[in-house]
């Protein structure tokens, strides 16, 4: 249901902007989520990095984001934004969305590779 794109390989401070479009849902039950991005670096558990309400009025970051990371959606169009400035190496890993709380399966996630 959730498709990630955007991902690839990028040098410590570059930026990358990724998107999700929630294929396979109503408009209705999309506006009606809470939706958050995700990441699962190699052998580490998955951890929330970002999450927004229904009407985006209300955002959250991780600490290790804070500050350089930044969520959006757009209700219109089913997707959902992760900007992602200044990266570093630790921010390396495969990135997925879902609502809050999540549901499975899960999308095939995009990844996202920071090297010098």
């Known amino acids: 249901q959730f498709v990630e794109s955007g991902g690839g390989l990028v040098q410590p401070g570059g930026s990358l902007t990724l998107s999700c479009v929630a294929s396979?849902?109503?408009?209705?039950?999309?506006?009606?989520?809470?939706m958050a991005w995700y990441r699962q670096a190699p052998g580490q558990q998955r951890e929330l990095v970002a999450r927004?309400?229904?009407?985006?009025?209300?955002?959250w970051y991780a600490d290790a984001v804070k500050g350089r990371f930044t969520i959006s959606r757009d209700n219109a169009k089913n997707t959902v934004y992760l900007q992602m400035n200044s990266l570093e190496v630790d921010d390396t890993a495969v990135y997925y969305c879902?609502?809050?709380?999540?549901?499975?399966?899960w999308g095939q996630g995009t990844q996202v590779t920071v090297s010098p």
């Open positions: 879902n609502k809050v709380p999540y549901q499975t399966p």
């Open positions: 396979g849902i109503t408009f209705t039950a999309f506006t009606s989520a809470n």
């Open positions: 927004i309400t229904i009407g985006s009025a209300y955002k």
